[in-house]
């Protein structure tokens, strides 16, 4: 039997489930389970880094980005549980695949493997010292994007170190939804890698492309400040890096660091104004062309 690590925890919520509804969690976990054992067993381009016993009777597949929070939560929480009671006592044999989201998570992996020379054991110590690690190489890159993106802003080095330690670091897949229209979020999003698509009515034919996020750029920035529901949806378009500051974090600044939080406000400030510009001047070209033009090429 081959398991994924998103299909093992699905499992066990799968079990919790059928056990309240009074069903069979078997069968559930039976279907849940058929549709990627066969996929997850084909072979892959880069030899499989794996510990445990060869004859278990079950392997476990982690697909994992050396820079996600959520692998390195798992890493450190539940991991080390599955190792004791499964891995070392013979039951199970695990595999790790990288799945690096954006470049970091990519030299990690490439570190990982450079270190280990195809010794697992020594590959997965190293994997597990990057993951325990990676507030400190992660977070680096967090406060230099911040520094970047602050300049713009007038913000001193002193409040961008304050802003590095309310903010969170996520990355997306090409093609993953980092927020869907009609939902209430308090989060601001600043794009540091990648392209993300503003998309109005998605998945509909009236589906529309408002607008393509690139770096530097700040998304939902009236909804963190009024709470309205989001006008569109946000996607990624390219594997993406972006920092997500919620408003209640932002509120914790109110009475020991007005400043900074005055430097947010006034950054939010000039990031609307500069797309009221922009939608100006384009209401002027359209009206320009079809009087002056009436519509013609």
Same mark, same amino acid.
């Given at each position: ?79 080390? *549980? ?8 013979? *039951? ?41 690690? =990676? ?21 001193? =080095? =002193? ?9 969170? $670091? ?35 034919? =009236? ?39 919620? $408003? ?7 009475? $020991? ?41």
């Amino acid at each position: 039997m081959i398991i994924t690590r998103r299909a093992f925890t699905t499992m066990l919520s799968l079990t919790g489930l059928a056990a309240l509804a009074g069903l069979s969690p078997l069968r559930l976990i039976t279907e849940a389970m058929a549709q990627t054992a066969a996929d997850v067993s084909k072979p892959v381009s880069l030899p499989d880094m794996a510990i445990g016993s060869d004859k278990a009777a079950v392997t476990i597949t982690e697909y994992a980005s050396m820079t996600c929070p959520h692998c390195a939560a798992f890493n450190e929480q539940v991991f080390p *549980k599955i190792k004791k009671e499964y891995i070392d006592t013979g *039951k199970v044999r695990y595999i790790f695949r990288e799945f690096p989201l954006d470049i970091k998570a990519a030299a990690g992996s490439m570190l990982s493997r450079c270190i280990a020379k195809g010794d697992p054991q020594k590959y997965f110590a190293v994997t597990d010292m990057l993951f325990r690690s =990676q507030n400190d190489w992660v977070m680096k890159n967090t406060t230099e994007t911040l520094t970047r993106i602050g300049k713009q802003a007038g913000l001193s =080095q =002193q409040q961008v170190e304050v802003l590095a330690g309310i903010v969170e $670091r996520e990355t997306f897949a090409a093609g993953e939804v980092l927020a869907r229209e009609g939902t209430v979020d308090d989060r601001l999003v600043v794009v540091v890698d990648g392209t993300l698509d503003v998309v109005r009515h998605r998945g509909t034919p =009236q589906e529309t492309v408002l607008a393509t996020l690139r770096s530097g750029d700040l998304a939902h920035e009236l909804g963190f400040l009024d709470g309205m529901p989001r006008y569109a949806t946000l996607v990624a378009t390219s594997p993406a890096c972006v920092l997500l500051l919620e $408003r209640g974090r932002l509120e914790t600044l109110i009475d $020991r660091e007005p400043r900074t939080l005055y430097a947010v406000m006034r950054a939010i400030v000039r990031a609307t104004h500069a797309l009221q510009t922009r939608l100006s001047m384009q209401a002027m070209e359209l009206t320009n062309y079809v009087v002056k033009q009436h519509g013609r090429y």
